[in-house]
């Protein structure tokens, strides 16, 4: 089993930035691949960033491309999300997850969830 702790969220202004972390725990070995995503009120979750742990491949969703960076410490077992530029439709919950296929954009191709973290932006 792999247990994910998200951290970081909050109430941010447009424009502004949010570092979001995720802290792997128990069988890390088994996830080659951390992703993060999102879901907003009342919508579907989406993909935002996959990465594998080496930080070799790395992947965005075009929405973020410019805007998000993930990033990874496997020596901390914890990836990053570093957001800037943040608009209102960024608000939701972010979730990060483990798996081994890359670039994983779909939930169903992991296998380990976080409980998630609120970001909000206000306009």
């Known amino acids: 089993q792999v247990q994910l702790v998200e951290s970081g969220g909050g109430l941010v202004q447009a424009g502004g930035s949010l570092r979001l972390s995720c802290v792997a725990s128990g069988r890390t070995f088994r996830s080659s691949v951390m992703g993060w995503f999102l879901q907003a009120p009342g919508k579907e979750r989406e993909f935002v960033a996959a990465?594998?742990?080496?930080?070799?491949?790395?992947h965005y969703a075009n929405s973020v491309k410019v805007r998000f960076t993930i990033s990874g410490d496997k020596a901390k077992n914890t990836v990053y999300l570093q957001m800037n530029s943040l608009k209102s439709e960024d608000t939701a919950v972010y979730y990060c997850?483990?798996?081994?296929?890359?670039?994983?954009?779909?939930?169903?191709?992991?296998?380990?969830w976080g409980q998630g973290t609120h970001v909000t932006v206000s306009s």
């Open positions: 997850a483990a798996g081994t296929f890359f670039p994983g954009q779909s939930g169903s191709q992991y296998d380990y």
């Open positions: 990465m594998t742990w080496s930080g070799v491949s790395i």
